[in-house]
C-alpha cells in the first residue's frame, strides 16, 4: 500500500489528471486486451511529459513501490495488467508530436501518441510511419517501443526496432537518460536496441525518436480468394520462395470473413471463400504492375480460384477495413476474445493451421483465424466467455498446446504481442538456463529490485517447477510476483 504522504506527494505533483485513485477511475485500467487477468491499480499516474514522469518515479523508487507502465491497454499478453501492490504509469497525456523533420525523414514524438496520429500527421510532407499494428487507431509508440510491435506491412518494411533512431527513457530509479541523437551509429554498446522490446521491465520511455519513409509512387492491394485455408497457407510458403517482395501478406479464415461481413467492418469479402488473403503492393507504377503479374501467376498455382486488384483509395481502405477490424469484429461471437501468438516456419504453415484446428475441435472451441502470413506468425482466436471456468480451462490448454505444437516444429512463442504475464513460463520452453540467465542478469543491473513491471516477461521463480509441470503453461493462473529490497 502507498503511504499517505507519498499519495499527497504524487497528487500535488501530477494535479487531479495526472492523479487517480477513486475506484470507478481505476476500473478501466484493471487489465491490458488480454481480458483474463485483472487487477486494480492501487494508484494511476498519467504524467504530461517526461519530467513529471522522472520525479513521479524517482518518489516512488525512494519508497521502493513497484511500476507497471501503460500505453493505451491494447496489448494482448497481460504486460500492462497491474501487479498488486503496484502503481500504473501511463503515457496516454503524453501525445504531442514535437517535430517532424522531413530532410532527415525523422520524427520526434511523445511515447503516448497513438500510432496513425505520427502518419496522418507525416502524410502532407510525403512521407508515413511503416510499422502498423492492426490496432494502430489506439495503440501509443511508447507501446509498440515496448513490444518491438509489427503489423501488415512488416513483411516488407520490418517490426519497430528497424524504424527507432533514439529515445528518452528514465531508468527505474527515475533518472532521465538521453539516446536522442539521430546519428546512425553511435559509439559504445547498443542500449537503445536493448530497450526495444524490453516489455517495460527496464524503465518508461517517454520521447522516441523514429525513421519515417517516402510515400510510394503507387500502391494497390490485391485480394486473392481460396477454396482452402490449407491452399492459401501452401501459396504463401511458394511466395516466399519466389522472393517477391508485396508490402503485406494477410489471410483471413471462412469464420473471420463471416463475422467481418456481418459487421461494421464489412469489406465485401465473398463469402464463398474458405479464405482470402490481402497483399498489398508498392514501389513505381511499373514495378506493382510486373509485380502484381508475378505474384497472380503463383497465388493462381497455387490454388486461388479468382484474384482482383484495388488501386483507388476508398475501396483499397475499404480491404482493409475488414482486416483491421476483424478482431471487433469477433466481438459477435462471444464477449471474449483470447488472441494466441505464435510464429511457425513459413514452409511449415498449413501443417500448423491444421493442428491449431484440431486442438480446437478436440476442445470444443470455435477457432478463427487472421494472420501475418508473410512473417509466419499466426493469430488462431478463440472466442469464449469468461464467466465460466471451465471454458477458460479449455481455452488455456488450447493456448499451450498451440504454443508446443508451434515450437516443436521450429516456431517460437510470440511474433509480435510479447511475452508478458501470459508466456513468462513458456519462455522455459524456448530457452536454456543459462539463455535466461543472461536475461536475468541485463535486469539486474538494470532494475536489482525488480521493481520494474514485476511477474512480466521473466519467469519468477526460475525454469526447474515449470519445466516439470510443463514448460507451454501459459503464466497467468499463478500470477505471483517477486519483489526485491533495493537502494534508489
Ligand atoms: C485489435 C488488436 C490488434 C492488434 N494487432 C497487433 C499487430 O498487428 N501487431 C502487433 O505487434 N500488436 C498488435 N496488437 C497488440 C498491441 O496493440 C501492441 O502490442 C501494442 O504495441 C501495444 O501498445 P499499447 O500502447 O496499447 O501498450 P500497452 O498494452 O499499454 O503496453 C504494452 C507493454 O508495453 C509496456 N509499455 C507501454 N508503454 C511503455 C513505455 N512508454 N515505456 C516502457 N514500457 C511501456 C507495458 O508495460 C506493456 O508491457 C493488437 C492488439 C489488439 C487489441
Redesign the pocket.
Known sequence: MLSAELRDQLRSLLGPDGYLDAPSQRLSYES??LSLVRHSPDVVLLPKDTREAALAMQALARAGVPI?????????SG??TPVPGAVSLV?TRMRRILRIDADQRIAHVQ?GVINVELTRAAAPFGLFYAPD???QM???L??????N????HGFKYGQTARHIRGARWINPRGEIVDWLDPVVDPEGLDVLSLLVGS??ML????EILVDLLPIPEASETLLALFDSLPNACESVTALIASGLRPSAIEILDQLTIQAVEASVFRAGYPQEAQAVMLLDLDGTAGEVEELRAALVTILREHGAFQTQHATDPEQRKRLWAGRKGA??AMGRLAPDLYVADVVAPRTRLAEIVGLASEICAELDLPLANVF?AGDGNLHPNISYDRRDPEQVRRVLLAGERIMQACVERGGTLTG???V?LEKRDAMCSLYSDEELAVHALVREAIDPGHRM?PG?LLPVRGCREARTRSPYLPGMPEYDVEVRESTP
Do not use: M, Q
Open positions: 491490458d486486451s507497471v507502465p501503460r500505453g493505451a491497454g491494447t496489448g494482448l504486460g500492462a503515457t511515447a499494428p492492426s490496432s489506439a495503440c501509443t511508447g507501446g509498440n517501443f515496448a513490444e510491435s509489427g503489423g501488415p516489455e517495460g524503465g518508461i520511455v517517454t478482431y471487433g501475418h509480435e504481442h510479447g508478458g513491471n512480466k
